[in-house]
């Protein structure tokens, strides 16, 4: 996604913050300062090697096999930083599968959150990856994992982390140094809003979701469970969020692992897009899963995000995707660190209810979106849009014009537009908006509309985050010049539930097959909703290294497009169903 690894290549100029960085110094054949670890249904083997290295005598290892979810990785002690401030890290690698790089923040309370940096290309040779982030306030420390999450190699070696404006580094802070849990996939955490009361939830199909009724000295159709080294205090207790009753959990003696309450597995529709809450309190940062059972018994988990420390009850809401081959549900409320955590109030519910659009639209909808503009998309994916007459969307870089081969010029957005597509705006640059100041980001967002607008003569009334990157401040800026904004959360969109400024999305990779391309189909046909089907490159070969996983063939978009034309939804652009639906 975005300009690739290229566009992070800045170098640190602050300090080496790593202590060992190449490794070189060990006891026990283990490197000085360095940790393995994994989590997940996966085999990995992890190794500590002397020949073959980037830099020096050492470097690290891991061969996994067996993976059916999760990762592993090494990763040094986490070291003190400064909160709001610019850090570049890098490594030397050799894989032979795309891996991922996510730092781990702790902050001055010992909670725990987890920032997704990019993903590195496999190689079969030594490569340097090279990554800028900004520490979020109240960080006191900082790791990164730079893991591997399929069948495969990953070896590396020459660690580096500094501050980008070379500052000094930070005195040493009180805080709890982290051992790490599972690393989520990146994606937007929604924070918690206090209330009193809730709401029913129309088609909340979670048994016993106050746990009111008792079992003997359980909650009926609940079970308690932990795993890894840590000793948990389980507790039915007599008082709630509503009603009298609740489920706690105290933690101690945490290595690794996790405690938690759940409900017994729920049988659910496969494919669908299900919405998980409860209430809670918690005097550390706590982890919401779903714990998903396939059709052939086997168990996948789906990390949903964070739940923020919260003295008064609070709720934690979040929407997520089943696979096609999906057969029941349940939802872990984690805690992974020494402290307490109280529940109450679970809702798991299909979005929308019976029928999704609950009667407010005659049909379902489908958009197809194309992403930053690249040249490819011109020449591979135009062909098969005119072959069906499928009207598409365009998010377009809009300062790649001239300076930037790989991406669209001028004139090919300008026959793209008079093709009858839509031109929406994707910013000048392709930043990560919550690390760039208000001002630049109003530059980014009213430089592209005009940018678009002056090409095309045409308004530019809609925008993608760039990486899905936003908050309540960018959405409110962005707002003030663009119609609609769209998100890479996974989901669909319905008329009687409609946001604008958060369009839901499926993100079509190299690995999504035609089977879930038509499974998402029949969903939005089924519930009368809007489903946005979001690509990058369209090529044999990525443009970058970094960006295969967002890399789809032309014989792959053929084939979903044709799926697409089948349907029976109405195909429209992003303004043709805001029409639709707002009339």
Not at 50 to 79: E, I, R
Not at 112 to 119: D, E, N, Q, R, V
Request: charged share 10%.
């Amino acid at each position: 996604m975005g300009l690739g690894l290229n566009s992070l290549m800045a170098n640190a100029a602050g300090p080496n913050l790593i202590a060992n960085p190449s490794v070189e110094a060990s006891a026990n054949n283990v490197p000085t300062g360095w940790t393995s670890s994994k989590y997940g249904t996966n085999t990995p083997a992890f190794s500590y090697q002397n020949t073959g290295c980037q830099d020096g005598n050492y470097c690290l290892g891991v061969n996994m096999s067996g993976w059916v979810s999760g990762d592993a990785k090494w990763y040094f002690a986490p070291v003190n930083v400064s909160p709001g401030t610019s850090y570049t890290f890098s490594n030397w690698y050799q894989s032979t599968v795309p891996t991922e790089i996510n730092a781990v923040y702790t902050s001055t309370t010992g909670a725990t959150t987890y920032k997704w940096l990019g993903t590195a290309a496999a190689s079969a040779t030594w490569k340097q990856g090279v990554y800028n982030f900004v520490t979020p306030a109240g960080t006191a420390k900082v790791t990164i994992f730079h893991v591997i999450n399929k069948n495969g190699s990953l070896k590396y070696d020459n660690f580096t982390l500094g501050t980008t404006d070379g500052s000094a580094t930070p005195a040493p802070t009180a805080t709890a140094t982290p051992v790490p849990t599972a690393t989520p996939t990146p994606t937007t955490t929604p924070a918690p809003t206090p209330s009193t009361s809730p709401s029913p939830v129309v088609g909340n199909i979670v048994p016993n979701p106050g746990l009111e009724t008792a079992n003997g000295a359980l909650p009926a159709s609940w079970a308690s469970g932990k795993w890894g080294t840590n000793t948990p205090t389980f507790e039915y207790a007599n008082t709630g969020h509503t009603g009298s009753r609740s489920a706690k959990v105290t933690m101690a003696n945490r290595t690794s692992g996790d405690a938690k309450w759940y409900f017994a597995p729920q049988t659910v529709t496969g494919g669908a897009t299900y919405e998980a809450s409860d209430w809670y309190q918690s005097n550390v940062a706590t982890d919401f899963t779903a714990a998903i059972t396939l059709s052939d018994g086997t168990t996948q988990y789906k990390w949903l995000g964070t739940a923020s420390p919260s003295a008064t009850w609070a709720q934690f809401k979040k929407q997520f995707t089943l696979p096609a081959n999906a057969a029941k549900v349940t939802i872990f409320h984690v805690i992974a660190t020494n402290g307490t955590l109280s529940t109450d109030d679970f809702a798991l519910a299909l979005v929308g209810g019976a029928g999704g659009g609950g009667g407010t639209t005659s049909r379902g909808l489908v958009s197809v979106h194309f992403d930053d503009g690249w040249t490819n998309q011109y020449t591979n994916a135009l062909p098969v849009l005119s072959k069906y007459a499928i009207p598409a969307t365009f998010y377009i870089i809009c300062g790649t014009f001239t300076e930037n081969p790989q991406y669209m010029t001028a004139a090919q957005v300008q026959a793209v537009g008079n093709a009858g597509h839509s031109i929406a705006g994707h910013t000048n640059t392709h930043p990560r908006s919550t690390q760039i100041s208000q001002t630049q980001l109003q530059q980014e967002l009213a430089g592209c509309q005009t940018t678009l607008r002056n090409l095309t003569g045409q308004p530019v009334l809609d925008h993608a985050w760039p990486y899905g990157d936003h908050n309540a401040s960018t959405v409110s800026l962005a707002a003030q010049y663009y119609d609609t904004q769209r998100t890479v959360q996974p989901g669909y969109n319905y008329k009687a539930t409609l946001n604008k400024n958060g369009l839901k999305v499926q993100n079509v990779l190299n690995t999504t097959t035609l089977a879930q391309v038509q499974g998402w189909l029949a969903q939005a046909a089924q519930d009368k909703s809007w489903l946005i089907l979001v690509y990058h490159e369209v090529a044999n070969a990525p443009t970058y290294g970094s960006d295969a996983t967002y890399t789809v063939t032309q014989a792959q978009l053929d084939a979903q497009m044709n799926a697409v034309k089948n349907s029976g939804l109405g195909i429209v652009t992003t303004r043709q169903a805001i029409a639709e639906w707002q009339n």
